[in-house]
């Protein structure tokens, strides 16, 4: 056998077959680059549902003749991390990528990989939701669509069985006060009724540590914290101290909390703006639940998204204007209409669409004015380093521990404190 | 090939004769390539695909296994054997392999004893065989993601199916995502579900292909069922049982999808319960976003991989014996038959050698 032949032939085979595959990728790159005179496509990549539906992208389009819009929406946020961050710094974004607030320590270890927001539309947005996305330098990276500020659901009928008031009013009243408030009321419940006042530890403790400035890691330094900090500690003791009678131990998404939230196993729940879609949808045949204008300790948010633009794009100017026109004041509240998106500006939560909008499902409840309040009282933007993920699972996973009884909270905070000094 | 085309020597004698060179035609030397060649390009596209989408990956992950690798900005430095030292020194570790163990041989061993069974009765004559033998296959059409959300709801803890049929018979609850043993049983039971029929269908192929005569002989000899499926089927089946062994532990060890789907989070569980190697990798890696710690994880489950699979490989191949036992003699039986032939062949080389000597002696 001829070996040289041989070896030519294979590396002809294979230099033919490698550029036919470098050619193939490089086909649907090149298409989409066009110079900026001429007309620009513009891709919109959000996942879930932004608000942003065809007619109100067909609006910015017919008043942009020059731009074309291609809206992707991936169907969960997970999709849309792992796209993000494999694409980053390299090609393959879309010119306006929607990120949520979740990922946003992430995203800021690198900022400088995306355009920042012009100065001119900083005030456009409530103060914590501008700071949240800052990085050191003073760069804005992301364009604030909706957030999550947090009141109370309650269901009117158990509390009705537990002499407890059950106008939303009442409610309110009752509950107005600091944490341990929240928690008396509901040991007076458990004791009236002999069952579960909230859902789980876990999604009350992320009330909870969504009030403390700097939780976990220290914002100057970057240290974690976490194990040492007083604040943590005492919000860890008081979670667990009033789960063991009052929480129906039941982890927040899994499927027995669905069945819980139609079957009455808890009273109350820590509720953001886009959880009453989670309620309605899973409670059908309920008609009881309600909310309150009234959240422990003031304020509280929980998740909201950002657009952002990624430096390298073909055309960040264009994608720059879009994403300014997305998240004005008024497309926020059209946005709202679509998809119940809680708006961030300061002037869409003026809007009297957003104040005078009621949901049917919660007995008709004033839900626009509720959480305009509720975004008005929240006042902490919690600091979240590069670490806070892996702290916050490893958290919850220390209450989940507490709730199935599995451990006792001593036990439980020991190991979570040596799972967090494993960290890095 | 190129000495025929080099003209012979004496040409160069312009004396001699000039002799026509024998030409090859292009269509002659085109079907000698293709002779010597084309199957090697006919194989080809597999080993380039293979190439590029099979081996380059491992080899770049064990690059990235040696650093600290940052994604976004797709560079990392150098640190040697710490990604390696960072997951063999952490507990999670040696409880997300102890988990895998557990769910494996939870899964495998009685998957392969159901597989088997089940085969062996849709070997036998029954009416609408091929009904039968598709509804096996049935559960493993379903995706693995739909299997995993059906029996995790099933398996909730509070108002979930099989807990509320245990209280109902006056059984206590079983804690099905906090204790550990529990949520393997659960988890193993999704695997066994989806892939039982497919392993039926692979053995009850190989079944079909032993010769009917040995069980109408057996039959004749007053050989039962019983009788008859451990002589008969058990043996003959050693090729494909090794083939099937050694699949479902590769499946095995690298359970994800089920594990992943069990709860809401997908980490395995609050005391890592449940989690397994690729459950774990993949939180380090688009978790986390540490490639480097994952890629090390990945190499070290790829060793143990290979090491179960050789020693499975020896197991099974002692374990089940050897292929129909058509030798009537036993083991030990044949091994002394081997023995005493080996021995008397020494003996008569031993002789001739002798014979050889006294000759030469008798020479002398």
């Known amino acids: 056998m001829n070996s040289r032949a041989l070896r030519r032939t294979a590396i002809l085979t294979v230099a033919v077959s490698t550029s036919a595959i470098v050619l193939a990728g490089c086909a649907s790159g090149s298409g989409s680059s066009s110079e900026s005179d001429g007309p620009v496509t513009l891709t919109v990549a959000t996942f879930n549902d932004f608000g942003y539906s065809d007619a109100l992208l067909k609006e910015y389009e017919s008043e942009h003749p020059n731009v074309k819009i291609v809206h992707n929406k991936a169907a969960t946020s997970n999709d849309a991390r792992a796209n993000y961050f494999q694409k980053l710094g390299k090609k393959g974004l879309a010119d306006i990528e929607a990120i949520e607030v979740d990922w946003l320590p992430e995203v800021m270890k690198y900022s400088d990989l995306l355009a920042p927001v012009p100065d001119d539309l900083k005030s456009r947005w409530l103060d914590w939701k501008t700071e949240a996305a800052t990085d ?149 045949d309920v008609t009881t639940w309600n909310v309150a204008n009234v959240f422990p300790n003031g304020g509280g948010n929980w998740g909201g998204s950002y657009l952002t633009v990624p430096a390298n794009g073909a055309h960040v100017k264009e994608a720059q204007a879009l994403a300014d026109w997305l998240t004005s004041p008024e497309t926020q509240v059209k946005a709202f209409e679509n998809a119940g998106t809680f708006p961030s500006q300061v002037k869409a939560l003026e809007s009297d669409t957003l104040l005078s909008s009621t949901n049917e499902f919660f007995n008709n409840a004033p839900v626009g004015q509720i959480f305009t309040d509720r975004a008005n009282a929240v006042t902490v933007a919690p600091f979240k380093g590069q670490y806070y993920f892996q702290i916050n699972d490893a958290m919850q996973k220390a209450l989940t521990r507490v709730e199935t009884g599995e451990q006792d909270a001593k036990t439980s905070w020991d190991q979570w404190v040596s799972e967090v000094d494993a960290i890095k | 090939m190129t000495s025929t085309l080099t003209p012979p020597a004496a040409t160069e004698n312009p004396d001699a004769p000039t002799r026509r060179t024998r030409r090859i035609g292009f269509g002659h030397r085109l079907s000698h390539w293709d002779l010597k060649f084309s199957p090697y390009l006919y194989i080809s596209p597999f080993f380039l695909l ?21 994604l976004v900005r797709n560079s990392g430095t150098f640190i040697g054997f710490d990604q390696y030292t960072w997951v063999l020194s952490n507990p999670k570790f040696w409880i997300a392999l102890r988990n895998t163990f557990s769910i494996f041989l939870l899964s ?15 070997d036998q004559n029954i009416r609408a065989k091929t009904f039968w033998r598709m509804g096996v296959l049935i559960p493993y059409v379903m995706a693995p993601v739909a299997v995993a959300l059906i029996f995790s709801a099933m398996f909730g803890d509070k108002y979930g199916l099989v807990n509320t049929a245990l209280q109902n018979i006056g059984l206590p609850a079983i804690p099905w995502h906090s204790n550990a043993f529990a949520s393997h049983i659960a988890i193993a039971t999704m695997v066994n579900f989806r892939w039982t029929g497919y392993n039926t269908l692979i053995l009850l192929a190989a079944m079909q292909a032993i010769p009917r005569d040995y069980y109408e002989a057996a039959t004749v000899d007053g050989a039962g069922k019983a009788r008859q499926f451990f002589s008969i089927t058990v043996p003959s089946l050693r090729p494909t049982l090794i083939f099937v062994i050694i699949t479902s532990t590769i499946g095995g060890l690298q359970i994800f999808d089920e594990p992943r789907m069990y709860d809401q989070y997908g980490t395995g569980g609050p005391n890592s319960q449940w989690l397994t190697i690729t459950l774990w990798l993949y939180n380090i890696g688009w978790g986390e976003w540490n490639f480097g710690r994952a890629a090390a994880l990945a190499w070290i489950l790829f060793l143990i991989i290979l090491v179960i699979g050789i020693v499975n490989l020896f197991v099974t191949r002692r374990l089940v014996r050897d292929e129909g036992s058509r030798n009537p003699l036993s083991r030990r039986e044949r091994r002394a038959a081997e023995r005493s032939a080996r021995d008397r062949v020494a003996a008569q080389s031993r002789a001739a050698v002798a014979a050889s000597t006294t000759d030469k002696e008798e020479a002398r």
């Open chain 2, 50 to 70: 293979f190439v590029i989408v099979g081996l380059f990956p491992i080899a770049y992950t064990a690059v990235i296994s040696f650093m600290d690798w940052d």
């Open chain 2, 108 to 122: 495998s061993i009685p998957q392969l004893a159901a597989a088997i069974f089940i085969a062996a009765m849709l």
């Open chain 1, 136 to 284: 050191p330098d003073g760069n804005l990276i992301g364009y604030g669509t909706d957030i999550g500020p947090e009141a109370i659901c309650y269901r009117s009928d158990l509390f009705e069985a537990a002499g407890l008031p059950t106008d939303p009013t009442d409610v309110a009243n009752l509950i107005d006060g600091d944490w341990a408030k929240y928690f008396e009321v509901g040991a007076q419940y458990a004791s009236a009724t002999g069952k579960a006042f909230f859902d789980s530890a876990g999604g009350t403790y992320q009330g909870m540590i969504n009030q403390v400035e700097a939780a976990y890691e220290d914002p100057e330094s970057g240290d974690i914290i976490a194990t040492k900090n007083p604040e943590v500690k005492d919000i860890y003791d008081q979670v667990t101290a009033a789960s063991a009678t009052q929480s129906a131990h039941l982890g927040q998404w899994s499927d027995d909390w669905f069945a819980g939230l139609s079957n009455g196993a808890f009273a109350t729940m820590l509720c953001p703006g886009w959880m009453l879609g989670v309620i309605s949808g899973n409670a059908q």
